[in-house]
């Protein structure tokens, strides 16, 4: 995220989950965090003002057929076609050229 502070965009940290939570009267319920099933690990915009989606991925990591047809894949080509910067970074090189809108890191969306 400092990384993103030097090149004027802003990122944060989104964890996309469920818990189970326990109600004042005993009950108990589950609840959804997050923005939604499937958005990026780092959201955010760009400095020009387009949203900006990374997801994080380890070094070494390449997309395999079932990810491809993922949550998380289908969020950033729905990103990138809407005019966003969207990729999956397993580097800080890769995040930023994201970040910069020259790379979708190790995916490109239309995959």
Do not use: Y
Not at 53 to 79: T, Y
Request: proline share 5%.
């Amino acid at each position: 995220m400092r990384l993103a502070s030097t090149m004027g965009a802003r990122l944060f940290r989104n964890h996309v989950g469920l818990a189970d939570h326990r109600d004042p009267d005993g009950g108990q319920r589950r609840v959804r965090h997050g923005l939604a099933p499937g958005s990026s690990d780092l959201i955010g915009w760009t400095a020009d003002g387009r949203f900006l989606s990374i997801e994080v991925k380890r070094p070494g990591w390449r997309p395999a057929p079932l990810w491809l047809a993922s949550r998380q894949a289908a969020w950033l080509r729905a990103v990138a076609s809407s005019g966003g910067c969207a990729g999956v970074a397993t580097s800080l090189d890769d995040a930023g050229q994201i970040i910069a809108g020259t790379s979708h890191g190790a995916m490109a969306p239309s995959a």
